[in-house]
């Protein structure tokens, strides 16, 4: 048991990550063509469906490009800032910190998971992963412009309590890439033991219903357990309609990748009060200062 304790050097964990990262996107794309395989001999593939792959896919370009540009450097620099001036310990990395990083990663991603869908301003950008009506493995490359800012303030703690930067990125990306896979209507129902504790293609669906009982449901990253412990959890019962309760209706990539903020700021901007306009950008998506739910 002594390779459990074995010290992962931050070159070694830097290889690590590129190598999942990499072969992530290989076995990603590989479920993908067996989508659109399985979809062909259905005959179920049309202009919209490859339309709307071909903006998911977009969308990550663009998502890239404002991530590394604006928010990468930023991100990366305010984690190590926060761990070699603030962290209580120095915690060494190997195989238990980097098994303990992913649970606490995961439950950090559950919360900031919930706090977009629940505060105007984060909906706005996570809007555009939901607003697809399909559901395939291209549907989690649909990003928003700011997706890559909302995980600062829930994880950087992590960075507090003395984990490496290098072991949170690396949590980070396993908890979604994990994510990733679960964009499928390949995979049906898993063993009731693995759909008991782990969050799994069936949940996720429900997660991008649109239907009224599977709104707010599910935001589980690696573990559903959280959603059960925290009172939003709901199985896979009726068809799921996928997509925003207002649907975009379109696959031009700008179109759908700023349709969110451009909603949320017609809103802003149409208040008729500092509170109104205040409200929009804090309150749940759906809020309106005379209490009349609205698109969301």
Known sequence: MDYLYQILSDEYL???????DDWGFVIAGSILLL???LLGVRKLVTKNVLGDA???FITLGM???INTVLIGVMYVTLFYWVYLNFALVYLPSNLWTLVACIVLAD?????EHRFVHRVGFGWATHAVHHSSPYFNISVAYRFGPLDGLMPLPFHLPLALLGFNPLVIFMSE???QLYQTLLHT???GKLPKPVEAVFNTPSHHRVHHGSNPEYIDKNYAGIFIIWDKMFGTFEQEKAKVIYGVTTPVNTVNPLKIFFFGYGRLFKKVFAAKSLKGALGYLIKPPGWHPADKMTEG
Not at 107 to 111: E, L, N, S, T
């Open 63 to 65: 998502f890239i490009a």
């Open 14 to 20: 830097e290889y690590l990550h590129r190598f999942i």
């Open 54 to 56: 071909v903006a998911n």
């Open 185 to 187: 209507e390949v995979v």
């Open 35 to 37: 989508e659109l395989l």
């Open 107 to 111: 439950i950090a991603y559950y919360w």
């Open 173 to 175: 990306m396993i908890v």
